[in-house]
């Protein structure tokens, strides 16, 4: 019988495997892509531009904050409101004194003399309110109070028209028609006061 040079021929069987999966393991490795790294001045790059497009924080001003005004300014709204009032009174004399004349509730001696004392309160009335200007140095406002000083003449001009009306005319159309003219006035002198405290900030 023939002896068998190679008593074990499979012992070289586990190195060939070892070698093969060596090698495949080395093959499949280098053909994996490698993820490129990102330096760090495109990534502080990138952070910069996010905070530079992120929108800004808007400030809300405070609106709770008291409004500061001057005491001169006060001052002058406070006296034409208290011109307001008084200008009013007078409206209310005068519609009650021709009232009663219409009426013949009152005689033509009283409505002359009553008419008289009015026509004296108007011309003190007007009188005030021309010298009460406000603060100076501010032109919008003395525009304001020019229209109020309007007003407040109309008024004792047709005061003054209609007990003229009264004395010197046969009818009543003249002295009626003066007496619309008052009441305009009158309503003209609130307007004027509304808009100055406007323009004031009252």
């Not at 080395?26 to 001045?41: A, H, K, R």
């Not at 009818?171 to 004031?200: P, Y």
Request: glycine share 6%.
């Amino acid at each position: 019988m023939a002896r068998n040079p190679d008593p074990k021929p499979g012992r070289w069987i586990l190195p060939l495997i070892i070698v093969g999966m060596v090698g495949f393991t080395y093959l499949f490795t280098n053909s994996i892509d490698t993820v490129p790294e990102v330096p760090d001045n495109e990534t502080s790059s990138s952070t910069s531009t996010r905070s530079t497009t992120e929108p800004a924080t808007e400030t809300i001003p405070d609106s709770t904050q008291p409004v500061v005004i001057n005491p001169e300014v006060q001052a002058y709204i406070a006296g034409l409101d208290n011109f307001d009032l008084s200008m009013a009174n007078l409206g209310g004399q005068m519609a009650a004194i021709n009232a009663a004349w219409d009426d013949r509730s009152a005689t033509y001696s009283d409505t002359r003399t009553a008419l008289e004392a009015l026509i004296a309160e108007t011309t003190i009335f007007a009188d005030e309110v021309a010298v009460a200007t406000p603060p100076a140095g501010d032109a919008e406002l003395a525009l304001e109070h020019e229209a109020i000083v309007a007003a407040a003449t109309a008024a004792k001009t047709a005061a003054e028209n209609v007990l003229d009306g009264l004395v010197n005319s046969e009818g009543s159309e003249a002295r009626l028609a003066a007496l619309d003219a008052f009441n305009q006035a009158v309503g003209s002198f609130s307007s004027a006061v509304i808009s100055a405290k406007a323009v004031a900030g009252f």
